[in-house]
């Protein structure tokens, strides 16, 4: 009998763990949707990981948007306002994903 009213506390115990683990990653991404600097001029509008150590990131600058990839050998910039017909591309991609 003690057996069972111990494997049951554990069982409890991991369920617990459990909700609040779920709770804390769901509140994480949705803090970390749009990260702003202290002053509001750089925000972080969109992260995707390519790689284990690459990520490719879109920037607000100033009002102005970058499309940055981050690697541990290089980063590199291209400013999405000179190349409209690729940030156009890109917002039709988000458009028809928030649609799905």
Same mark, same amino acid.
């Given at each position: $009998? ?5 494997? #049951? ?21 949705? #803090? ?17 990981? &390519? ?19 981050? #690697? ?5 910039? $291209? ?9 156009? @591309? &890109?917002?039709? @991609? ?7």
């Amino acid at each position: $009998m003690d057996y069972f009213l111990s494997l #049951s506390k554990i069982i409890l115990l991991l369920v617990i763990l459990a909700g609040i683990s779920y709770f804390l990653v769901k509140k994480s991404q949705k #803090s970390s949707k749009f990260k702003k600097s202290e002053n509001g001029q750089l925000i972080v509008k969109d992260a995707l990981p &390519l790689s284990r150590d690459t990520r490719a990131v879109i920037l607000e600058v100033n009002g102005k948007e970058y499309l940055t990839i981050l #690697s541990p050998h290089a980063i590199k910039t $291209m400013d999405l306002q000179r190349n409209a017909s690729f940030s156009e @591309r &890109l917002l039709e @991609r988000e458009q028809i994903h928030e649609e799905n």
